[in-house]
T-cell receptor
Framework: EPEVTQTPSHQVTQMGQEVILRCVPISNHLYFYWYRQILGQKVEFLVSFYNNEISEKSEIFDDQFSVERPDGSNFTLKIRSTKLEDSAMYFC????????????FGPGTRLTVL | QQQVKQSPQSLIVQKGGISIINCAYE??????FPWYQQFPGKGPALLIA?????SEKKEGRFTISFNKSAKQFSLHIMDSQPGDSATYFC???????????FGSGTQLTVLP
């Protein structure tokens, strides 16, 4: 069964450093999302991406965040200058064009900012 | 208005019992209501979803009940099993936006 994959599974970084989180969405999906989940809290929407551009973003997704689809398979989230409060699980999700809104989530990347 | 309120925060059920988790929303533009199951260290997995044109949807032991006028929906897990022990999130989306707004989660424990 096709699934969303994410790398790395765990990333540890120093405050102020840049990190890139990578996702490979399900192959025929065209809509891509990033969500985050701070430990013990609910899942929060960050950004959606379709047709090579951002379609929606939350107030969390400020100028330190960016997304990119550098090739036909990868979808990346970059955090330019990490802060302690960026420590969270980051989930990538994808959706097919034919689905109303069935979003399939990857296993997540645990980001720890020291 | 974007919030989805979920209760209870935690739930303990005996094996074979019925687990019921409730969610309420305010935004009348919401038109898609999924439930996700999450095991520790894993991503949320889509369990079942409903659109507001129906009041109930059943898939195996999982049923969503939807009350449009009350703006509430609930997940019923029949014949609960220890393997169902996980965190369950309700969510909602609607309008031109497709981002999911999640509830706060319910930690379900099914005792053997």
């Amino acid at each position: 069964e096709p699934e969303v994959t994410q790398t790395p599974s765990h990333q540890v970084t120093q405050m102020g450093q840049e990190v890139i989180l990578r996702c490979v969405p399900i192959s025929n999906h065209l809509y891509f999302y990033w969500y985050r989940q701070i430990l013990g809290q609910k899942v929060e929407f960050l950004v959606s991406f379709y047709n090579n551009e951002i379609s929606e973003k939350s107030e969390i997704f400020d100028d330190q965040f960016s997304v990119e689809r550098p090739d036909g398979s990868n979808f990346t989230l970059k955090i330019r200058s990490t802060k302690l409060e960026d420590s969270a699980m980051y989930f990538c999700a994808s959706k097919s064009k034919s689905s109303y809104n069935e979003q399939f989530f990857g296993p997540g990347t645990r980001l720890t900012v020291l | 208005q974007q919030q989805v309120k979920q209760s209870p925060q935690s739930l303990i059920v005996q094996k074979g019992g019925i687990s019921i988790i409730n969610c309420a929303y305010e935004n009348t533009a919401f038109d898609y209501f999924p439930w996700y199951q999450q095991f520790p260290g894993k991503g949320p997995a889509l369990l079942i979803a409903i659109r507001p044109d129906v009041s109930e949807k059943k898939e195996g032991r999982f049923t969503i009940s939807f009350n449009k006028s009350a703006k509430q929906f609930s997940l019923h897990i029949m014949d609960s099993q220890p393997g169902d022990s996980a965190t369950y999130f309700c969510a909602a989306s609607g309008g031109s936006a497709r981002q999911l707004t999640f509830g706060s989660g319910t930690q379900l424990t099914v005792l053997p």
